[in-house]
């Protein structure tokens, strides 16, 4: 199983309401799911207080019970696994009572999807780590051995919840490559350890060509796929110590760490030539698109110590010159950023 791997419970009395929860789950790239679905809430409590799973994602209404019944249940016997729950409304008092029964989140289903979801799973393992924490500071009240027992699997717990909390907060949710937030960190500090090195640093621009045109052609559902194959070919083309980022809708970048231009300018040859190796086939006519990239690159002067917005509106403007020549084409700033 992999480390980014969240072990999960859905109690719904509706398959159809748990097959859009897996859906929606399934969209997630920064974290993969291994979801346990069931229809019975008695038989789902019992499986999941004997199964060492990370979350649970609770329906509102289950037959005769509710989410707050089963809430309590957990709560009662010293459960403090996070729980999000489901359902078909949302109001001040709804989520008041949820709160109270020690819901960690809830999600109206009619506004249910992947960007939901991870906001809430992001929220819910904050505060089931927050919960670890203040467990520490009753230890003294439960017998020394049990009680030193329960604070390292709380630990070690806690460190699993704030490494996928990092995760989630540095990683697009479409593509699974670096978020600008993060690319913004990474890019500064390796133009601070260029400025005391004296090394070089190169930074790319990638736009997707023409990409305005199909989406007015196509819609958002091929666009999406659209980004997440070209961010993989980048990430398959670049260096294993390179970073690449979405930045917004179909713009990437990469901060290439003790690179100059001339070896900058090769990956970002190999980006574009893998990029305009792929077809993406559509469902409703048989026809493919073709996808192509323009590159815009620039490098730090050796021992310079240019900002990060500098490099960044440099690159821009060599991208423009791409887009500009027609696109599928990788421009380089000849001159240095000095």
Partial sequence: MSSKTLVAFAIDDDEGELELLR???DELSTIEIELHAYTDP????IEFL?????????????????AIDVLEQMRRIGDLRPAIVLTGHGDEYA????TRAGADDYIVKSDLNSDKLKDAIARSLAAYGKRLSEAEVVKHAFELERANAQLKLAKRDLERMNARLQDLSDTDTLTGVSNRRYFVNRGEKELSRAVRNGDPVSIALIDIDGFGLVQDRHGKQVCDQIVERVAGVIQQAIRQYDVVARLDGETFAIVFPNTDLDNAAGVAERCRASVLGLSLPLATTG???GVSVSIGVTCTAVGGTYKLD???QSADRLLLRARGGGGNQVILDEGGNG
């Fill in 23 to 25: 859906r929606a789950l």
């Fill in 42 to 45: 008695n038989l789902a409590l």
């Fill in 287 to 289: 026809a493919t698109i």
């Fill in 50 to 66: 004997n199964h060492d799973a990370d979350l649970i994602f609770l329906d509102y209404q289950l037959g005769e019970m509710t």
């Fill in 310 to 312: 500098s490099l960044m």
């Fill in 95 to 98: 989520a008041a009572e949820l």
